[in-house]
């Protein structure tokens, strides 16, 4: 994470958006104080709810880890096939 005056920032703009691009986070300040951050965008550029927005800063400040989003082709379906109620009997089996 690095900062950059508003000037610098505006005098190199491009050249910060590719660093944001390549996964930097860049703090704007202006006359020494924090007043926006430049990062890659969440989630596909949709509006986050405030459940979203809690994990995402939570995720930021390294509280949580967000894990991968699924993917169906990874884990292809069970080719097991047996009486629809073994399941049911497994349960139970397994509770007794």
């Known amino acids: 994470m690095k900062a950059v005056n508003l000037r610098e920032l505006k005098n190199r703009l491009g050249g910060y958006v590719q660093e944001v691009r ?34 995402e800063r939570l995720a930021r400040e390294g509280i949580v880890k967000v894990g991968l989003d699924n993917d169906a082709e990874a884990y292809p379906r069970s080719t097991f ?16």
Do not use: K, M
């Open 81 to 96: 096939s047996g009486r629809p109620e073994l399941a049911d009997e497994l349960l139970e089996a397994d509770r007794a």
């Open 22 to 55: 390549a996964g930097e986070v860049i703090l704007v300040t202006n006359r020494g104080e924090v007043v926006a951050e430049l990062r890659q965008p969440t989630r596909d550029h949709r509006v986050l709810d405030a459940f979203d927005e809690a994990i």
